[in-house]
């Protein structure tokens, strides 16, 4: 939203001007519902982007928007800080809309790359001086830009034979030197399905890899474009991670949603929340761990199925409380759908049952996962991402606290009912395989600290003061042009929601930023001069989900 008023800092310090160093920079300013926002020129972007990093601690470039308006192209870079993510500000450069193009950020920030090669593909904004400005997720041969207004899509697509044939990508190798090119996925165990790794070997050494998105994209953002604020959105979140994540990508719909509607939760809902959302960060956490003893020693018939095993006690009692399985859709906007099930002190004795025997089978997985000599083998010093690198590449969560990097959203940008408990941001200063995983496991049991206290909350909550969702209009329909970004902490990391409203019960624009999107780009970094088991390690260690990253 344009404005000439002062800006607002949102969460932070209102006399602070964040854009201060880079202001003969600045064209206009706008206010965004979650942080101060500044449109430059289209030629500026390295100089301003270089400036916020260097001079004012803007490090970690969350997410980049790219979107189309009546009369302009535009992206949008949500620039944060590492240190204190509630520091925001939002770098707007609009681009003509006859000749869409302006300067790429990858030269600052080297997650700015897949980030732009999205907007490109959907969008159709081209970027100066990308070093590799194609399309991300869609096929070369596609015609047109799904996401621009001018969109035919009646106009047939064909995807030629040439489409598919294996270009090999970068390597490091020196002039003259046998490389190889090696195509892992998107048919193999290892790849989950459907992601496609370009692998370029200098005789048993990975020297480059090339990771090949898009086999599952499903339009989430347009579909989400298509539906109301108010009920047609919120069972699409539960899709974009199936490995149980659901509720915490519900979360970050509502978080986003709730703000821009200025709608408030009850208390009681908000513990309920926070216990349910960490119930979802254990089963994704258990699939991690049981996959990845499937890919990195080939154990199913122990570590596998323990950790599936776990998983159905979790499932049992998400279940339960939202009559699901695997999409709950247990989320609304202003609280949960409904109450813990009937009889209420049956259930929370379940959950009781649940964390009394979790320390011991914990154990178990220790035995089997992190005291095996082969997986020691495999994952110890291997997959190296260090802490500089991971920022740069946007990464979070467990792959981020993996390299020793101490950020949770859950604390450093509070929601829900986590600061008023009693728990710990877990980080592992390893940089490796080992300390991912090690990260992962250490968090199931603070997740279960955070269960056990809001199910002694839950237990003592008077009767009459059990409001499990607010007062929330029908139709929700924010003021036009409003627009937030709002980010919550789900199992793989930071997941994003950038929406703008223009004045209907739809978005003008709605963004996902996954967490496995960012992650993913790392991989290159991590498995560069490494043998192939390695990368099938490092991969596995990302806990990639492909629903996340293609969308």
Known sequence: MSTDAPIERGRADAETDPFSPIRELITARETHLNAPAARIRPDAVQEALATLKAEAGYDHLACV?????????????????????????????PADKDRPVSESGEAVFRTADWHEREAYDLIGIEYDDHPDLRRILLPETWQGHPLSMDYDEDRPQIVTLSENEPVEPGSSTATGSDTMLLNVGPHHPATHGVLHLQVTLDGEDVVGVEPDIG?????????????????QIMPYPDRWDWGGGGLLNEWAYARAAEDLADVDVPEYAQVIRTMSAEFSRILSHMLAMGAYALDVIGDFTA?????????????????????????????????VVWDLPQPRGEFLSEIREFLDGLPRRLE??????????????????????????????????????GSGVDYDL????????????????????????????????REVEESAKIIEQCVDLLEDWPEEERNIQANVPRTLRPDDDTEIYRAVEAAKGE??????????????????RGPSFSNLQALPEMADGEAIPDLIASLGSLDTIMGEVDR
Not at 321 to 326: D, H, I, N, S, V
Not at 418 to 433: A, K, P, S
Request: glycine residues 6%.
């Open 303 to 335: 570590t596998f199925m323990y950790a599936i095993q776990e998983r159905e006690r979790v499932q049992e009692i998400l279940e339960d409380l939202t009559g699901q399985r695997l999409m709950f859709n247990y989320f609304r906007l202003g609280g």
């Open 410 to 441: 859950r604390r450093d940008d509070p929601y829900g009912y986590y600061d008023e408990l009693d728990w710990d941001v877990v980080t592992e200063d390893g940089c490796d395989n080992y300390s991912r995983l090690l990260v992962r496991m």
């Open 495 to 512: 997941l994003g929601i950038y929406i703008r409203a223009d004045g209907t019960d739809e978005p003008a624009r709605f963004k996902i």
């Open 65 to 93: 928007t790219a979107q189309e308006y009546a009369n302009r192209y535009e992206t949008i870079y949500h620039l944060r800080s590492f240190d204190d993510p509630t520091r925001e500000a939002s770098v707007v450069v």
């Open 364 to 401: 178990e997985y220790h035995d089997l996962l992190t005291r095996n000599e082969i997986l020691q083998l495999r994952t110890i010093d291997t997959g190296v991402l260090p802490p500089e690198v991971a920022k740069d590449y946007g990464c979070t969560g467990p792959v981020l606290r």
């Open 215 to 231: 086999y599952i994209h499903r339009c989430e953002e347009q579909m989400a474009q298509s539906g109301t604020y108010r009920h």
